[in-house]
């Protein structure tokens, strides 16, 4: 069983900074991508960002790109997203999910493709 569990959200002013940890457990290892997902009240669940996890590459969402960075730790079991120059507009729910072993790569920009997901960590910037 893939469980997964983020901390990290909080309530921070325009311009701050947070870092959000979503701590794996169960076998990820055969899954090709993890990531990170974002939903406003009211819009649907956007991809922020996600790694392939043999190469480390990533990809960002052109609206947080040169702001968020999406890292691993295998040794920890931690998928983090460092969230710098924080805007009103990143309010959301963030989650992390894992793909499903099942897609490839290329499914890795395709929300409907991840399998596991967290419950989820609230982030609110305010102006």
């Known amino acids: 069983q893939v469980q997964l569990v983020e901390s990290g959200g909080g309530s921070v002013q325009a311009g701050g900074s947070l870092r959000l940890s979503c701590v794996t457990s169960?076998?990820?290892?055969?899954?090709?991508?993890m990531g990170w997902f974002r939903q406003a009240p009211g819009k649907e669940r956007e991809v922020v960002a996600f790694?392939?996890?043999?190469?480390?590459?990533?990809y960002y969402a052109d609206s947080v790109r040169g702001r968020f960075a999406i890292s691993q730790d295998n040794a920890k079991n931690t998928l983090y997203l460092q969230m710098n120059s924080l805007k009103p507009e990143d309010t959301a729910m963030y989650y992390c999910?894992?793909?499903?072993?099942?897609?490839?790569?290329?499914?890795?920009?395709?929300?409907?493709?991840?399998?596991?997901w967290g419950q989820g960590t609230q982030v609110t910037v305010s102006s």
């Open positions: 169960g076998y990820t290892d055969s899954s090709d991508c």
């Open positions: 790694i392939y996890t043999s190469g480390r590459a990533t």
């Open positions: 999910a894992v793909l499903s072993p099942d897609r490839g790569t290329g499914y890795c920009n395709s929300i409907g493709a991840y399998k596991y």
